[in-house]
Nanobody
Framework: VQLQASGGGLVQAGDSLRLSCKAS????????LAWFRQAPGREREFVAS????????HYVDSVKGRFTISRDNPENTLYLQLTNLKPEDTAVYYC??????????????????WGRGTLVTVSS
């Protein structure tokens, strides 16, 4: 599946953003989906995941209570709602997909398909 992330931007600490990831090229609802992020000089890290039927979600501890992952299968779109943003959330955010059975936390090597990423910059 091809993925295209959008919605990033420059915001101030405490602000909100909604990232979107539009999919094409395959049956969207069979995929487990996730968001990752990569800050300057750091490795890409897992942020959140969602199962194909939306029944299961999982978040890295640093974003719990602030970020919400969701998906709209008929619209072939994955979302990440970011609230109460902090400067340490500054990163390029990537959406990713895989057809293997859902598991809460993913490594980058678990995901088959990746979007290009969208930059989120949070100023203090």
């Amino acid at each position: 599946v091809q993925l295209q992330a959008s919605g990033g931007g420059l915001v101030q600490a405490g602000d909100s953003l909604r990232l979107s990831c539009k999919a094409s090229g395959d049956t969207f609802d069979i995929y487990s989906l996730a968001w990752f992020r990569q800050a300057p000089g750091r490795e890409r890290e897992f942020v959140a995941s969602i199962s194909w039927n939306t029944y299961s979600t999982h978040y890295v501890d640093s974003v719990k209570g602030r970020f919400t992952i969701s998906r709209d299968n008929p619209e072939n779109t994955l979302y990440l709602q970011l609230t109460n943003l902090k400067p340490e959330d500054t990163a390029v955010y990537y959406c990713a997909a895989d057809q293997s059975p859902y598991k809460p936390k993913y490594k980058t090597t678990d995901m088959r398909d990746w979007g290009r990423g969208t930059l989120v910059t949070v100023s203090s």
